[in-house]
C-alpha cells in the first residue's frame, strides 16, 4: 500500500480559522437573534470592493483571451515581465532598494509561497519561528518533517520558539544558539508590531554571522505610517546576500479572492549542500517554479500591474486609509473599554490583553455571546499568544463603528 | 548556513521546452527570413480564443469584485461550492460515474497538481512511470527525493519505467514486480494513444492487488472520440478505492493561461503509515489545501463553472472539433511524407517515427531547418522516447494546413 506523509499526522487538530468557524455557526445556531447583529473581526479579510483601476485591467484582459489577435496561452513560468518589472521599479527601486526585475517571482499568494519556499530547502535546517505567529509557517513546516511531534501547549518539537511579548515590544531579539533558517514578519501579523532598522539590523547581521537565511514575510507593508519604518528587509545592508522577501496583493490591493503575491530573492543568496557546496537558491526557485507551475492567470497579473498605476496607487491608499481609520477607532474603544491593546497604528491588527484572569478562547466565547463580535483568540497563534486576542480593522466602516460602540459596553 | 534540497542537483539540465525554445531562438537569430515563417507546433499550448461563455462570466465576476454588494475576499481552500458541484455533476454523475461534490478539489492547473499529490505522500514510495512521459511526473519525483541519480540516456535510478512501445500500442502492462505509486495518462501526452477498459482494469487489478496507488491524468479526456474510450478512471470498477484523477480545463475551455484544474479524490482511497495504520488520503488533501492554500481566482472559478453551461459546452466542442480537425490534417499529411505516424484520432497529438537513422534531435533540427517547423523531440519525454517526435494539433487551421503542405515536401 503506498505510503503517506507521516508529518501531516503531527498536525493539531484544527488550523485556527477553521475552529474560529465552527464555534459560531454552532452559536448562531443556537441563537439565530444574535447571529443576526454578528459582526466579523476575526480572520484577516478584506471587505472593499478591489480598485477601479485593477477591475478595468482585468476586464480588459480576459477580453483579450476571448479574441484571436490578443489571446495567451501559457505565460512566463516566473510571471509576466511587465508584472515583475513593474514590481522591482515600484517597491523597490523607486525606493533605493536595489532588486533586478528576474529576482521577482509571481506567485498565487503569500499563503502558498510560504509552503513552495520548503521545497527548495534541505530537510536538515535547524528552524527558529516567532510566537505568536501566522500558523502557516508552523504547519507547512511541520508536514515538511522539519518538526519533532507537538506538545500541550501546541508547539512542536524541534522549533526554536522566539517569545513576542509586551517586554520586548513584540520584536524578538536574535537567540544565543544558532539556527539556520528564521522567518519574521513586519508589520507583524498577529500582533501589528514593527521592527526598527536598528532591530531588523540586528538581525541580518545574526543571519550573516550564523550563514542562515532568513524568510521576511512584508505581507503588511503598505500598512507602514510611521515615517522611518522599513518597508523591506532589502533597506537593510547586506539583507541581499540571506534574505527571501514574501510580499502579497491581498491587503493592498484586497486581492484575497484575487490571489496575487510574490517573493523577492535576490541572486546572492547562497545555500549549502550537506558537503558544504554553496549554490544561489535563485537557480532553485526558478526551476521549482518552471517545474511545477504554469505562473498565475493572466488577467490576475494585468490586474496586479494596474495597482502600480497612478490611478491605481491613489485607490490603494484610499484603501488603506479606510482600514487604518477602522484601526483608529477599534484601539481606541479598547483602549475606552479598560484594555490594554497593541498594534494598530502600522497594521491593521489590534493586539489586545483579554479581561482580567480569561484565557483567549474563553475571551472569545465571550465577546461572542456578550457582543455578538468575531474576534481571533491569541492562542491560535501559539503559546505566547495566550492571554491575548487579535482584532481586525478589515471591515465596512459602518461595521467598525458599531464593534467599537459594543466595545465601550464590554465593562 | 541554510541547507539547499540537493535532490535539484540530480536533476538533468533542462527542462525539454527551455531546451527547445533556445534551438528556436537561435536559428531565427541566424536565419532572419526563415524565422518569418517559423510556424510552432511544439508545446501544446492552445491558440483559439476563450469560450464567450468563459469570457463573459470572468467579466461578470470582476465586476462582482470591483462593487461592495458583491464583493469576495477569500475563498474556501478546496474551491467554490458552485464550481465542485458543476464538475462532479457533468462530468461524473452524468455519466455514471460516483463522485461527490467534496471528492472535487480546484486548483490553478494540473501542472501544479502533479507536485502538489507528492506533498501528501511518503517518500518510500516505489514508483513507476510510463515512458515516454510527461516530464513533470518524473521530475516533481526527482525533487522530492524519490529517485537515485540520472543515468545517461536520462533516465533515474530508481523509478520503474514502463516501456510505452509501438509493440503495445503504447499502453504498458502491468509490471512484475510491487510497485506502491503508478502515473497513467490517457489520452496520453506526448504519444496520442488510449487505453480501453480492458487495459486500464488490467491496470486497476493490478494496483488493487498491490495495495498501490493510480495517479490518472486524464487531461485530454475532452480530446477522446471513439465511444468506447473510458473517459475517467473511475469508470473502471474498483477504481474508487485505489485512484486520483486529475483534470484541467487548459485543452478542453483553452485556459493555459486562465489556469484552473483539478483532482478528483475519493475518500475511499486510503493510504498507510510505516507502521501499518490506514487513513483516508481526502483527509490529507483536504489539510493540505487548508493549510497551503486559498484556492484560485474567483473570476477564474466562475469561467471555469461556465464551460458547464449549455453555450459553454457547445462552444468547447466547437473547440474541440477545430483541433481535432487539425489533427486529421497532420496525420494524413505525415502518412503522405511516408513517416509512420500514431495518435491523433483520439488526442491532439501526432507521434511519429523520424525519417530513417535520425535521432529525434536531429529530426528536431531538420524540420526547423527545412521546413520551418518546430515539433517536440521524442526523446524528451525519456529513452523510449529516441526515433519519434510530437506533432501538436493546437494551431489555427491556417497554420494546421500550412504545415501540413510543408510535410508533403518532406521527402
Not at 200 to 220: G, K, N, P, T
Not at 277 to 287: E, V
Amino acid at each position: 500500500m503506498a505510503y503517506l506523509n507521516e508529518n501531516y499526522l503531527k498536525l493539531q487538530s484544527g488550523y485556527l480559522f477553521p475552529e474560529v468557524g465552527r464555534r459560531v455557526r454552532e452559536f448562531c445556531e443556537a441563537n439565530p437573534k444574535a447571529a443576526k447583529r454578528l459582526i466579523r473581526c476575526g480572520i484577516g479579510d478584506v471587505t472593499e470592493p478591489l480598485p477601479r483601476a485593477a477591475v478595468e485591467a482585468m476586464k480588459g484582459a480576459v477580453d483579450e483571451l476571448g479574441h484571436h489577435e490578443t489571446f495567451h496561452g501559457y505565460g512566463p513560468e516566473h510571471g509576466y515581465e511587465f508584472l515583475r518589472s513593474a514590481i522591482a521599479q515600484n517597491d523597490y527601486r523607486d525606493r533605493n532598494v536595489e532588486v533586478a526585475d528576474d529576482e521577482i517571482f509571481i506567485s498565487d499568494g503569500s499563503k502558498c509561497d510560504c509552503g513552495y519556499v520548503l521545497d527548495i530547502l534541505g530537510d536538515q535546517n535547524k528552524v527558529a519561528l516567532p510566537d505568536p505567529v501566522y500558523p502557516v509557517y508552523v504547519d507547512t513546516n511541520v508536514m515538511a518533517g522539519h518538526t519533532g511531534p507537538s506538545r500541550k501547549d501546541g508547539s512542536y518539537e524541534g522549533i526554536l520558539y522566539l517569545a513576542c511579548t509586551a517586554e520586548n515590544n513584540f520584536v524578538p531579539d536574535p537567540p544565543r544558539e544558532h539556527v539556520d533558517l528564521v522567518y519574521l514578519c513586519f508589520p507583524n501579523n498577529p500582533t501589528g508590531a514593527v521592527a526598527s532598522r536598528v532591530q531588523l539590523s540586528r538581525w541580518v547581521d545574526y543571519v550573516r554571522e550564523h550563514d542562515a537565511l532568513l524568510l521576511f514575510d512584508a505581507a503588511y507593508e503598505a500598512y507602514i505610517s510611521e515615517a522611518d519604518i522599513p518597508h523591506s528587509i532589502f533597506e537593510v545592508p547586506d539583507a541581499r546576500e540571506c534574505a527571501i522577501e514574501l510580499r502579497s496583493f491581498s491587503k493592498n490591493g484586497g486581492f484575497t479572492g484575487v490571489r496575487c503575491g510574490f517573493t523577492v530573492l535576490p541572486k546572492s543568496v547562497l545555500a549549502r549542500t550537506e558537503n558544504g557546496r554553496r549554490l544561489p537558491l535563485h537557480l532553485l526557485w526558478q526551476r521549482r517554479w518552471s517545474t511545477k507551475s504554469n505562473s498565475v492567470s493572466y488577467p490576475v497579473q494585468r490586474g496586479a500591474e494596474a495597482l502600480y498605476s497612478q490611478e491605481g496607487r491613489k485607490q490603494v491608499r484610499a484603501l488603506i486609509a479606510h482600514y487604518m481609520g477602522n484601526a483608529k477607532l477599534l484601539r481606541d474603544a479598547v483602549a475606552d473599554a479598560g484594555l490594554e491593546a497593541f498594534g494598530g497604528v502600522n497594521a491593521p491588527y489590534i493586539w489586545v490583553k483579554t479581561s482580567e484572569g480569561l484565557t483567549s478562547w474563553q475571551m472569545f466565547d465571550r465577546m461572542l455571546r456578550e457582543l455578538n463580535v468575531v474576534i481571533t483568540p491569541g492562542a491560535g497563534f501559539g503559546a505566547q499568544g495566550e492571554g491575548y486576542f487579535r482584532i481586525s480593522a478589515f471591515n465596512s466602516r459602518a461595521n467598525a463603528e458599531e464593534v467599537a460602540r459594543r466595545l465601550r459596553d464590554l465593562q
